[in-house]
């Protein structure tokens, strides 16, 4: 009888430790992969996560393509206080074996962590065959406690809508699918969406500016009219005629975002407009981010460019393509436009 009461204490006991691990996990694995937009737009959730959880140390699972120029989500997040260690793991668009040994590699890698939660943020249209797939991988690794995992529409993108129906942007899709797990999320205005920019980042922005006599005493207006996708470029006479516009009634200097690849044409819109700045492919995340939070405008098509600037609160005219459902990657946040082109 004793050693009956004896293991229903010790069962209690560790139900107990098992329930305190679940309610407040001190080491968390968060999944989310992609390219610079897709990071972007995690990071409300991802601030609703460390908000949630303060001491807990936090790793953030990614995918890097190898041989692919994409933005890391670690360029992204490094030194915003959101992500404590990141692992990645190399996906190999060329060699299925290759991509099969990583997979491999990764879970022993993940398997010594002992990790006590997941939150489970892949892009919401990732279809169902692979979001079991995934589950199962995890569980694997013993994580029992997962969130974000409910309520993913990857069903959407494969069945004949006739009318394209209109999605909640990701950022708040993600927000959604985190409350759909019991995770409070706090009221809009108190939600988070910046990458935590230290003073000296910014007054190294501030001095950027000042630096360029064009700038003095101009409205600054980002601009970010190039792509990866070709479909998801406006005509670039298009943007030069509106900025034409703008400069004459508004005096604004305009401030090209992007990459290496958009410097070229930057210097075209440039010299057509007479003036304006060149960031393109000159500075890394942060530092972007840093020059944003000096612009009173964000116009420019449907890329991460525009989501950087979204999330350090900068108003967006956002032109977007045909190419997914209406409102799926809209720029978080209020106070924004957005126009589609089919």
Request: glycine share 8%; net charge neutral.
């Amino acid at each position: 009888m004793m050693k009956f009461i004896d293991w229903i204490i010790i069962s209690k006991k560790l139900f107990s430790i098992i329930m305190s691990n679940i309610k407040n996990p001190t080491n968390i694995l968060i999944f989310r992969g992609g390219q610079l937009g897709d990071t972007l737009a995690a990071v409300p959730a991802l601030w609703v996560m460390r908000d949630l959880y303060p001491n807990a140390h936090i790793t953030l699972l990614y995918d890097n393509h190898v041989n692919e120029n994409h933005v890391s989500p670690r360029q992204v997040l490094e030194g915003s206080g959101l992500i404590d260690s990141f692992v990645h793991y190399n996906v190999y668009a060329s060699s299925k074996i290759c991509s099969y040994i990583q997979y491999a590699i990764l879970y022993f890698k993940l398997l010594k962590n002992n990790f006590d939660m997941l939150a489970y943020l892949p892009g919401s249209g990732k279809i169902d065959f692979l979001v079991n797939r995934d589950l199962k991988f995890f569980r694997l690794l013993g994580i029992s406690n997962i969130v974000g995992h409910i309520g993913l529409r990857g069903s959407l993108y494969i069945e004949n809508y006739h009318e394209p129906i209109t999605l909640e942007n990701e950022s708040d899709y993600l927000l959604t699918r985190l409350s759909k797990s019991e995770i409070p999320i706090p009221s809009k205005g108190l939600l988070r969406s910046d990458l935590n920019l230290k003073e000296d980042e910014l007054k190294f922005a501030k001095n950027w500016i000042n630096g360029h006599s064009a700038s003095k005493g101009k409205i600054l207006v980002a601009l970010g009219i190039g792509s990866k996708f070709d479909e998801k470029k406006w005509a670039t006479e298009n943007y030069i005629s509106i900025v034409k516009n703008l400069i004459e009634k508004f005096d604004i200097c305009p401030i090209i975002f992007g990459g290496k690849e958009d410097l070229g044409l930057a210097k075209e819109v440039i010299k057509d407009w007479k003036r304006g700045l060149i960031g393109a492919g000159k500075f890394n995340i942060r530092e972007s981010a840093s020059l944003m939070n000096y612009c009173s405008l964000y116009l420019g098509n449907d890329t991460g460019t525009m989501h950087l600037a979204s999330s350090e609160g900068v108003p967006c005219v956002s032109i977007f393509s045909g190419r997914d459902f209406p409102g799926a990657w809209y720029p978080f946040g209020d106070n924004h436009q957005e126009f589609r082109v089919p």
